[in-house]
């Protein structure tokens, strides 16, 4: 394999930290302002703070390296990407109970992949690494 094809595992730990981090704020704020979906259409600043976190983690999911995106496909790298580009770009046209299955059933799971990803490149990284 060329090297320029090769994993930049360290980076990509790091974007999926941060992915993680943006998670977790999606998850105060949920405890913050509720679980309730009703309470979500409803409530502008919780759906502005939520908006941010996903459209970070898109961004962030559009850095992930392409042999990741490659070995873990399960994860819908594109599709998230997809949604940060909807949330910043034509904020108007965001189906609210849509972003609310994303922010209620998905987040977590994508926090799930994120740190099983982060376990298995630093497993990787260990037997990898001549030094260690």
């Given at each position: 394999m060329p090297e320029d094809d090769a994993w930049n595992s360290?980076?990509?730990?790091?974007?999926?930290h941060k992915i993680v981090k943006y998670c977790d704020r999606v998850r105060a704020h949920m405890e913050r302002f509720g679980?309730?979906?009703?309470?979500?259409?409803?409530?502008?600043?919780?759906?502005?703070?939520?908006s941010l976190c996903i459209a970070q983690i898109g961004e962030l999911c559009g850095r992930i390296s392409p042999m990741v995106r490659t070995a873990f496909p399960y994860v819908e790298w594109s599709r998230i990407k997809g949604l940060r580009n909807i949330i910043n770009h034509d904020y108007g046209v965001i189906d609210d109970s849509m972003m609310w299955f994303f922010l209620h059933d998905q987040v977590?799971?994508?926090?799930?992949?994120?740190?099983?990803?982060?376990?298995?490149?630093?497993?990787?990284?260990?037997?990898?690494?001549?030094?260690?």
């Open positions: 360290e980076k990509d730990i790091r974007i999926l679980e309730d979906e009703n309470q979500y259409l409803g409530d502008i600043g919780y759906k502005d703070a939520c977590a799971e994508l926090r799930r992949s994120c740190l099983d990803i982060i376990r298995t490149l630093e497993r990787t990284q260990r037997y990898d690494d001549p030094r260690r």
